[in-house]
């Protein structure tokens, strides 16, 4: 069969039907969209994130369609008449198309309310690509005119209205919303909710006025809208106007064609999605079922389906409208669904409201309290997802757990049955999603969306999505993405050797590479560290590293509760001479800064702060410190006991051997921080096994043992290898580190990455002492090349004036003190005072004054 | 979102409401930097596009004016600023905690910002 099918409308439903069509036709098929906005079928439903930094381009529905041979699409050629007699449809070029099928998808056309002014320049509904590309270049014009925020006035207090005002405050543009009703989202929320959920977008910045009817836009000396004149005779000024008042389906060229259409508007079908004329559809906005048209996508999606099924030669049918909605304003969560307002005889509701934080939760039940019917939830809408599919079923458990906030009490998800709707803007089923994972082959969440088109649309579903998905395939014994973050599909092992391999330095060309997006607060210091180690080279505060790093690293000291920092000079081997001492208590002394011997043998000195830290360092490096890395995922220290240099039992020098180490592994960057142990006999006064790698003196030479933590779980360093010479015990640590280095995930210490590693120690021992992975070599040379590379960080960035910008305290005030810190006096020191102590007489710092008395 | 102005007359008009911080060359990409309002803190971030953007660098969940202090990022295409204390991620376009760790949802309040011949101004008193 060969059939010539013409769409007009080249919107969501339009894109759905010929993305069903060509994917399930085997058949020779003609498919021409015409369409009548110059640009490829774009996501409306995603219309606002254009005020959220997407382009026209990320926004354009795929477009892989058009490239399939069986499909034409005429954009910017609307069609201007229909013939059913001869079957034709004519477009304003003045083309003639045949049809076997026809398939109207106009959709709707925003309304503009019937008042004076409603056309006057500055004032814009809210429909199209075209209509906020004009409002965005509208509000930046008046901004760069006015000295003062730009008024916007939104005309309409549905959703669309609400995203309408969401996005003028992200143009830092005032907005107003004027509802006519006595509530928001009249045709999904009753009073009460309506009433929490406007004390939820004040909160927002937007103001709300309700009974608030427009009479006309008034023009100012310009022209354009200049205010906006209520009934009550209240005159609301207004650099701009959105209206956001409604949609009328467009069935003009339906009418025109004498197909039978609802008198408030919308081309009738019946459940096969077919008009009073046989040869034509109807999908999307512009059809009437039941006699109401619906502003929602899912529904136009299902017809798109079942006018696919029925082009092919199928029965499926349109069942009916799911009115579920979700607002998609970030940081407002609402959510209503199935029979809200409880229309249904003898229906029960349950209601939860917490006017304190902002949360009303409703559920409509059955009349034997059984079978959910519906809801509404406003402040905290996460139940949504779980509670939708389940409406028309069984609820399960008490209503009440619902309701409660997350946290409280055992809400139970009750395992979903297959047939229930999880995603309704693509009819996706529980058991589709299963399916996916368990048939096809699909690994997370991302591709099972992919592949079914759950979560693809609105997004208010993907929470949902992703548990059942990782419920599956734990059901099927398969791990969880190892993948970093949603930035990088790699684990960091991979990521270390697709850097390594690909010789790339720069965070930038790393994730155009590899991943996607600007990167985050997970993977961003796992590049750093990876950068660092392939790189030792350059400094970790180099161009664009030094945005890799968190506060830690990037001012090189430690962040504690109050915003200040903690300072620790590297004391090798916690030696340290008198002098150094001495100059430690100066500098200690003469910041006011609180010290404290640590439990890695050495010194740290408490609340410096961040435009302190520079002069506080220059002194310490004056003195010959370095940087002791407290802050890195790196080395940390190397503990020693005094040894045989002193001990009258020691066995070998373990205190020399520890500064040796020390600062041969000083400034390496790992997955995790690392820290030694050297003991001068067996009664091990250094704790070495508790370490990551720790060295026991022997009277036949030094035994190694790796894999120990303190910590959370503590572990035992297990025996490597035993009686090793200086050189040996050297070199071998030297593979350990790199080869744990190279291989470990993010954040995993060597007592777990051990435990995880292939043949755990013995497969240790295979690849670093025997080589038989052959990779001794190459891990040989990776920490040749990090010892040769090393300097200190603090002495680099004091030389460095440009680094040094960053520790002004303020952009525009770099030498003052953070004001809102203050310190209270404790054993002769300080300490950051609490919140009851601020205000009060013992606060002896807020800031400028260091000076502490004993 | 940042505007910028053409017509230089503007300045003395700015400065009724606007407070002039500094240029807009000394921040650097994707890294924050505090900036001090009276008693009040902002967090200005500069992101790849040339967009600035301007938060309370007070952070909510540890009360330490750390914010301008985290690392920049995204989350599915909304640019983020992670709190270097206690690590809530935060939208920096709308202020709102998109990552609140388990804790109850906070947000930052957002500054308008603007430049004018290569400097950064804030609005007194951020967004109302
Ligand atoms: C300062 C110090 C406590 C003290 O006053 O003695 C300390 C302080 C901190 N430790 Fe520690 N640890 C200190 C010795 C230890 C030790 C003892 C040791 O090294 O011999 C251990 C157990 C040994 C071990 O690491 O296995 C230790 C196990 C931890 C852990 C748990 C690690 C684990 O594997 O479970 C953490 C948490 C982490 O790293 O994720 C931690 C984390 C921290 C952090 C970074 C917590 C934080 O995020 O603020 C603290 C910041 C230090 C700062 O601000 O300067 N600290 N910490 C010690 C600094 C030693 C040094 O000179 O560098
Ligand atoms: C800002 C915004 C947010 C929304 N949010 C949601 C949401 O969260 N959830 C939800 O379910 N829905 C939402 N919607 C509604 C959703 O976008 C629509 O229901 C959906 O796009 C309808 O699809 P459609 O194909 O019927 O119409 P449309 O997508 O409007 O497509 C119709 C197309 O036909 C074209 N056309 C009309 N007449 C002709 C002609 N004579 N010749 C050629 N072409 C013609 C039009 O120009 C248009 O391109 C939102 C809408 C907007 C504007
Ligand atoms: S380990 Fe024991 S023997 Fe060795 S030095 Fe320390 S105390 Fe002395
Ligand atoms: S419910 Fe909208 S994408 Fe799934």
Redesign the interface.
Do not use: Y
């Given at each position: 069969m060969s059939a010539r099918i013409v769409v007009i409308g080249a919107g969501m439903a339009a894109h759905r039907l010929v993305d069903s069509l060509v994917t399930r036709a085997e058949d020779r098929l003609e498919i021409t969209v015409l369409g009548d906005e110059a640009r490829r079928p774009y996501d409306r439903v995603g219309l606002t994130?254009f005020f959220?930094?997407?382009t026209a381009e990320?926004l354009t529905l795929p477009a892989t369609i058009f490239a399939d041979p069986r499909v034409t699409l005429h954009e910017d050629d609307p069609a201007t008449a229909i013939d059913t007699g001869a079957r034709t449809v004519t477009t304003a070029s003045g083309t003639v198309h045949a049809y076997d099928h026809l398939v109207l998808a106009t959709g709707s056309v925003a309304a503009r309310p019937p008042v004076e002014g409603a056309e006057l320049p500055g004032s814009f509904v809210y429909r199209a690509l075209a209509d906020v590309e004009d409002l965005r270049r509208h509000v930046?014009e008046r901004?760069?005119a006015l000295?003062?925020?730009v008024r916007g006035v939104v005309v309409g207090g549905g959703l669309l209205g609400l995203e309408a005002a969401?996005a003028l405050?992200?143009?830092?543009a005032?907005a107003t919303v004027l509802q006519s009703s006595d509530r928001l989202m009249s045709a999904q929320l009753d009073l009460p909710a309506g009433a929490v959920l406007r004390r939820l977008i004040e909160a927002?910045?937007i103001a709300v006025r309700t009974e608030a009817r427009t009479t006309a836009l008034r023009p100012g000396p310009d022209g354009a809208v200049e205010s906006v004149l209520l009934r009550d005779g209240d005159e609301v000024p207004a650099d701009l106007v959105v209206l956001t008042v409604g949609v009328r389906p467009r069935d003009e060229l339906a009418r025109a064609a004498g197909l039978s259409c609802e008198e408030r508007g919308g081309v009738r079908i019946d459940a096969a999605c077919t008009t009073s004329d046989p040869r034509i559809h109807a999908i999307g906005e512009v059809a009437a079922f039941d006699g109401q048209c619906v502003g929602l996508v899912a529904p136009g999606y299902a017809m798109a389906e079942v006018v696919c099924d029925r082009i092919l030669g199928g029965d499926a049918t349109f069942d009916g409208y799911d009115l579920s909605t979700k607002l998609k304003l970030?940081?407002v969560d609402v959510a209503s669904f199935g029979d809200a307002f409880a229309t249904t005889p003898g229906a029960l509701d349950v209601v939860y409201t917490d006017p304190v934080?902002g949360v009303h939760k409703k559920l409509v039940l059955s009349d034997d309290a059984k079978t959910l019917l519906g809801g509404m939830l406003v402040g905290d809408a996460s139940a949504y997802g779980s509670l939708r599919p389940l409406v028309g079923g069984a609820l399960g458990a008490d209503p009440a757990v619902h309701l409660l906030p997350a946290g409280a009490g055992s809400a139970p998800t009750p395992e979903l049955p297959d047939e229930a709707i999880v995603c309704s803007c693509s009819s996706v089923s529980a058991g589709t999603i299963r399916h996916a994972v368990r048939e096809q082959g699909c690994t997370d969440a991302a591709e099972v969306t992919a592949c079914t088109k759950a979560g693809a649309t609105c997004g208010s579903c993907t929470v949902m999505v992703k548990s059942l998905v990782t419920g599956e395939l734990a059901k099927l014994g398969k791990a969880v993405s190892t993948g970093l973050c949603?930035?990088f599909d790699l684990s960091r092992r991979q990521l270390f050797d697709a850097v390594h391999v690909s010789g790339l330095d720069t965070f930038s060309a790393v994730i155009e590479r590899f991943g996607r997006?600007?990167?985050?607060?997970v993977?961003?210091?796992v590049l750093a560290s990876i950068l660092a180690v392939l790189v030792p080279e350059g400094h970790v505060l180099e161009g664009e590293n030094?945005?890799?790093?968190?506060?830690?690293d990037?001012?090189m000291a430690n962040?504690q509760?109050?915003?200040t920092y903690s300072v620790v000079p590297r004391m090798p081997g916690g030696e340290v001479t008198p002098e150094g001492l001495i100059t430690v208590g100066e500098v200690a002394r003469d910041f006011g800064l609180y010290t404290k011997i640590t439990g890695g043998q050495r010194v740290d000195m408490f609340g410096a702060r961040?435009e302190q830290l520079p002069l506080i360092w220059q002194r310490l490096v004056d003195a010959g410190f370095e940087s002791g890395h407290a802050y890195g995922k790196s080395l940390r220290t190397v503990k020693s006991c005094v040894g045989s240099a002193w001990c009258r039992y020691g066995v070998m020098d373990s205190t020399g051997m520890a500064v040796t180490l020390e600062l041969r592994y000083r400034g390496l960057r790992a997955p995790h921080k690392f820290k030694l142990g050297v003991s001068g006999c067996a009664r091990e006064c250094a704790e070495a096994r508790g370490k990551d790698a720790g060295i026991i003196a022997t009277a036949q030479g030094w035994n190694l043992y790796v894999g120990g933590n303190g910590g959370a779980t503590p572990r035992h360093a297990e025996l490597l290898a035993e009686g090793l010479d200086d050189d040996t015990l050297i070199r071998t640590l030297d593979r350990y580190f790199m080869y744990y280095i190279r291989t470990a995930d993010k954040l995993q210490r060597t007592a777990p990455w051990l435990e995880a590693l292939d043949g755990g120690i013995d497969g240790l021992r295979a690849v670093i002492l025997e080589d038989s992975l052959g990779l001794a070599a190459d891990l040989d040379a990776a920490m040749a090349r990090h010892v040769a590379g090393y300097r200190d960080e603090w002495a680099e960035t004091l030389a460095d004036p440009a680094k040094l910008?960053?520790f002004?305290?303020?952009?525009?005030?770099p030498a003052?003190p953070?004001?809102?810190l203050a310190h209270v006096p404790e054993r002769g020191q300080i300490r950051p005072a609490r919140?009851e102590e601020r205000g009060s007489d013992s606060v002896l710092i807020a800031g400028t004054t260091l000076e502490v008395r004993r | 979102?940042t505007?910028?102005?053409?017509?230089p007359t503007?300045a003395p008009?700015?400065a009724?409401?606007?407070e002039r911080?500094?240029p807009l060359a000394?921040?650097?990409?994707?890294?924050g930097?505090?900036?001090?309002l009276g008693?009040e803190?902002v967090a200005?971030f500069l992101l790849?596009?040339g967009?600035v953007r301007a938060v309370d660098n007070?952070d909510p969940y540890?009360?330490?004016?750390?914010i301008s202090?985290?690392?920049?990022?995204?989350?599915?295409?909304?640019?983020?600023v992670?709190s270097?204390?206690y690590?809530q991620?935060f939208?920096l376009?709308?202020g709102?905690c998109?990552d609140t760790r388990g804790k109850?949802?906070r947000?930052l309040r957002v500054w308008?910002?603007?430049t004018l011949e290569g400097d950064l101004y804030v609005?007194r008193g951020g967004?109302?």
């Open positions: 994130r959220d930094g997407e990320d930046q901004a760069a000295d003062r925020p969401g405050r992200g143009m830092d005032e927002r910045g970030s940081g934080s949603e930035h997006g600007r990167g985050c607060d993977c961003k210091p030094a945005t890799l790093q968190d506060t830690n990037h001012v962040l509760k109050d915003g961040l910008a960053r002004r305290s303020f952009v525009n005030a003052t953070d004001p809102g919140p | 979102m505007t910028t102005l053409t017509t503007l008009q700015l009724a409401n606007w911080l500094c000394d921040l650097e990409v994707e890294r930097r505090a900036a001090l008693d803190q200005l790849p596009g967009d007070h540890s009360g330490a004016n750390v202090r985290g690392i920049v990022g995204s989350r599915g295409g909304r640019p983020t992670a270097p204390m690590k991620v939208d376009r709308s709102t998109v109850e949802v947000r308008p910002v603007r609005l967004a109302r």
